[in-house]
């Protein structure tokens, strides 16, 4: 992860070679998580034809994962079935929705109580922020 970190906070895109020979050479274990939105993909958009063949066979010795916002038909939206078949996992909804191999796995769910709706209810009320929170209010 640290690699990983290295590279993103350094405003670059990952240099998947050089990432390679640091797993190498480190011994690392090969369990790598992806972000799609901004990362795989230009934000909401579908990866291009050439990245997903290149990422897929890229990743074709590591056990990879998505970690998205996104729904799992948003994530079939933006990269080929094939290549979302060669993940381990995808973690959809915030990590709420597990999927694995194109089977779903588990939802978390979670059900706030009274007094948290009362309290973000509240803070909605006054707060200073200058635009309206959400436009369905």
Same mark, same amino acid.
């Given at each position: /992860?640290?690699?990983?970190?290295?590279?993103?906070?350094?405003?670059?895109?990952?240099?998947?070679?050089?990432?390679? +020979?640091?797993?190498?050479?480190?011994?690392?274990?090969?369990?790598? %998580? &992806?972000?799609?939105?901004?990362?795989?993909?230009?934000?909401?958009?579908?990866?291009?034809?050439? &990245?997903? #063949?290149?990422? =897929? #066979?890229?990743?074709?010795?590591?056990? %990879? $994962?998505?970690?998205?916002? #996104? +729904?799992?038909?948003?994530?079939?939206?933006?990269?080929?079935?094939?290549? /979302?078949?060669? $993940?381990?996992?995808?973690? %959809? #909804?915030? *990590?709420? /929705?597990?999927?694995?191999? *194109?089977? &779903? /796995?588990?939802?978390?769910? &979670?059900? =706030? +109580?009274?007094?948290?709706?009362?309290?973000?209810?509240?803070?909605?009320?006054?707060?200073?922020?200058?635009?309206?929170?959400?436009?369905?209010?």
């Amino acid at each position: /992860v640290s690699v990983i970190n290295s590279y993103l906070s350094s405003g670059n895109y990952i240099n998947l070679g050089k990432f390679d +020979d640091n797993i190498r050479n480190k011994k690392m274990k090969r369990l790598l %998580c &992806f972000d799609l939105d901004g990362t795989l993909t230009p934000p909401r958009l579908p990866m291009t034809k050439e &990245f997903d #063949s290149f990422f =897929a #066979s890229w990743m074709s010795d590591k056990k %990879c $994962f998505i970690a998205t916002g #996104s +729904d799992f038909k948003k994530v079939l939206e933006q990269v080929s079935y094939e290549t /979302v078949m060669k $993940f381990e996992g995808i973690y %959809c #909804s915030m *990590g709420n /929705v597990f999927w694995k191999k *194109g089977d &779903f /796995v588990y939802k978390n769910t &979670f059900k =706030a +109580d009274e007094k948290l709706f009362e309290m973000l209810e509240n803070y909605r009320l006054t707060t200073d922020y200058p635009y309206d929170l959400f436009s369905n209010y």
